[in-house]
């Protein structure tokens, strides 16, 4: 796994949104200089692509030497190894029919040119220079032998975005279209998990539990009623926040038990975390049945919050004993625990993106 957080390279990085297009550069897994924001003008193609010309070379005009590359994220469907957006972008209409935004890009400004999904470059920006390294620095300085690998980050927004990262090396699948959005609702049958979790459903849980539909709530405003720092229904507050991470949990049950990693949540909703990280944990640390009438942890890991300091120093320490080798007055450290932890992003989703996409970049380079 690289690590660039001293790299002296240069990448062009844009965080791509509907409204907005904020261009930016990155050395060293830093921003360089002040990022520069254009709107995105989504609905036409032709003025969307000229504002990407633009940005990308108002912040060349700003450096002293050349960029490697550019990379950068971009929301909704596309072919990302061949840099071509399209399919349904509820953000970027005019990009539905196809565009080969990278190739465009590329003859451009006669650098390569990477494009990802935000929630797999969340997820490498966690494993490479975020709660990845992070987590086993801490392992290491309390004396534990366990080291963590492997990293399923999760982003609560908007949407409900998953990235994964395998031994260093970022699953895209084979389709660009590693997913968690469309699994199944926990609660609601036949409905998809994202409408429980998304800013909509803590809004439209609270008004449910309120009797109160003011759509003009945000979740922040939300989590002020709970705080009782706003006038609402502060029980009503607390729930949409309870359903959600009890939603949340039981799909993110699904991918751990795949995938045997860490969990880092990021995404603005996290300001919330002591409303929703409980139900969260109680989901995760869930029993299913067998027919015969068996009771089992759905997660076949410990799981523990690391956030919390004392949980985090019994992760560490698991159950590890000395193990006597047959015939032999040797001994081996055994430590039969199974575990993973649950954490919220130490360096926020935005800069995970942006560190994400700047690794990414460079791994490809050196590759």
Known sequence: MGNYSNDSRIVLTLDAGGTNMVFGAMKGEQYV???????????????????????????????????VAIS?????????????????????????????LGPFLQEKFGVPVFINNDGDLYAFGEALGGALPAVNEKLAALG??????????????????????????????????VETYCLPHSRIDGVIVEDG????????????????????????????????????????AKAAFAEMGT??????????????????????????????????????????????????AKLQMKVYNLDDEAEFAAFAKGDARELKVYGSDKTVTYDPQKRIGVMISRIGAS????????????????A
């Open 351 to 366: 800069k995970a993106i942006s560190v994400g996409a700047y690794d990414f970049a460079l791994a490809q380079l050196d």
């Open 144 to 177: 534990s032998a366990k080291r963590y690998h492997n990293l399923i980050g999760y982003t609560f927004g908007t949407g409900f975005g998953i990235g994964c990262v395998i031994n260093g090396q970022l699953n895209r699948g084979d389709n660009s279209c």
């Open 247 to 296: 939603v949340a949990g039981n799909a993110m049950a699904l991918a751990a038990q795949l995938m045997d990693g860490l969990i880092v949540i990021g995404g603005g909703i996290t300001a919330s975390k002591k409303y929703f990280m409980p139900s969260l944990l109680e989901a995760l640390r869930g029993t299913v049945r067998t027919l015969s009438g068996d009771t089992l």
């Open 33 to 67: 200089g002040e990022p520069i924001t254009l709107p995105a003008n989504a609905n036409d193609l032709d003025l969307c692509l000229k504002t990407m010309v633009v940005g990308f070379e108002s912040v060349m005009n700003t450096l002293t030497e050349k960029p």
């Open 72 to 100: 950068f994220a971009f929301p909704g469907p596309a072919d990302y190894p061949n840099g071509i957006i399209g399919g349904y972008l509820p953000n970027f209409p005019s990009f539905r029919d196809g565009v080969a």
């Open 197 to 236: 979790v998304a800013v909509r459903a803590v809004k439209r849980v609270y008004a449910e539990r309120s009797g109160v539909n003011d759509p003009s709530l945000t979740p922040k405003d939300i989590y002020d009623i709970a705080e009782g720092k706003r006038p609402g229904n502060p029980e009503a």
